[in-house]
């Protein structure tokens, strides 16, 4: 058994750049490498990951007709997703993010959103069908609110889970908040959405009782090293990270989401036990450079 899987997001070329150290305003600093093209996005990352992991994965996306996408659609293919609803913008270029990473592994990251953010709820509407027989539908914000909130009305009047990972982090309209089944943050997400800053368990229960309270069935909040907290009506609790030499963390939230959507319910894989498979998927991922490359098969994750 597999889940079927629509995931709703931004394809970006990201333009890497390793650093010892991040420069400070007005600073200029020597670089040992040279800069490298990787195919990224949140959506294209979580799409692949999903469709790694194994599961009927449709994503719906926009790039612009500059060609900078195309070295996607390769693994893209390989991965087995549904690339039909891959729009192409008329008038917009295909997204870009610029990234660099230091010698820690953590980044900093500025998108161009282009075509990402011509995706209009018209553009949702021609894969209606294919979400309504999904199993989850997963959105992030690299692209439109409308079209998040098209995508998941469709989802919810068909009985379809819908999973936000509210990246970048934004304020979130009441519609949008009230459509939303699953939310996937991080710490630093689900503080600029809650105003209740993460700093300990109790944080943690209190950051996961405002989104319950505003009707969110599960609140899963990934925490990088200190592992992922989640909460359900009921039942809480903090699921161990594994630890790992990391060499670069971008998508590492990505390949998180894209694991548990594809894994939870799956041959009675439970919540707590998504999670778990979804922190060793994410785990490898941040042993390796880059965004997709980086992302591991199912495979992988079973061998930990
Ligand atoms: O989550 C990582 C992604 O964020 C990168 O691939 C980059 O494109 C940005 O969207």
Avoid: C, W
Avoid at 44 to 57: C, F, H, K, L, P
Avoid at 81 to 103: K, P, R
Avoid at 123 to 144: G, N
Wanted: no cysteine.
């Amino acid at each position: 058994m597999t889940n079927k899987v629509v995931i709703l997001g931004s394809t970006n070329v990201d333009q890497f750049l390793t650093v010892e150290r991040y420069a400070k305003p007005g600073e200029t600093l020597h670089v040992e490498k040279g800069q490298k093209s990787y195919g990224g996005g949140k959506g294209a990352n979580q799409a692949i990951a999903t469709a790694r992991m194994g599961a009927e994965t449709t994503f719906i996306s926009k790039v612009g007709k500059d060609g900078l996408a195309d070295f996607m659609f390769d693994d893209f293919k390989e991965a087995g997703m549904n690339i039909d609803y891959i729009l192409e913008s008329e008038t917009e270029d295909t997204g870009q993010a610029f990234i660099t990473v230091d010698a820690e592994g953590s980044n900093t990251i500025y998108v161009y959103g282009g075509a990402n953010m011509a995706i209009t709820p018209e553009d949702v509407d021609k894969a209606a069908s294919k979400i309504k027989e999904a199993d989850y539908i997963a959105a992030q914000l690299e692209v439109p609110v409308p079209a998040i909130i098209q995508a998941f009305k469709i989802a919810r009047e068909a009985g379809v889970t819908t999973v936000l990972n509210p990246a970048p982090a934004e304020k979130l309209p009441e519609e949008l908040l009230s459509l939303i089944d699953v939310i996937v943050p991080n710490e630093f997400e689900a503080e600029i959405l809650s105003g209740i800053p993460v700093t300990d368990e109790k944080s943690m229960a209190q950051n996961a009782d405002y989104f319950l309270d505003l009707g969110i069935k599960v609140v899963v909040i990934t925490l990088g090293e200190q592992g992922t907290y989640y909460a359900v009506e009921g039942d809480s609790g903090l699921v161990k990270a594994y630890t790992v030499q990391t060499v670069d963390t971008t998508a590492a939230g990505d390949t998180f989401i894209g694991a548990f959507v594809s894994g939870f319910g799956v041959s009675k894989m439970n919540l707590v036990e998504a999670i778990d498979y979804a922190n060793k998927a994410a785990s490898l991922t941040v042993q390796k450079p880059g965004a997709q490359a980086s992302i591991p098969l199912a495979s992988e994750v079973d061998n930990i």
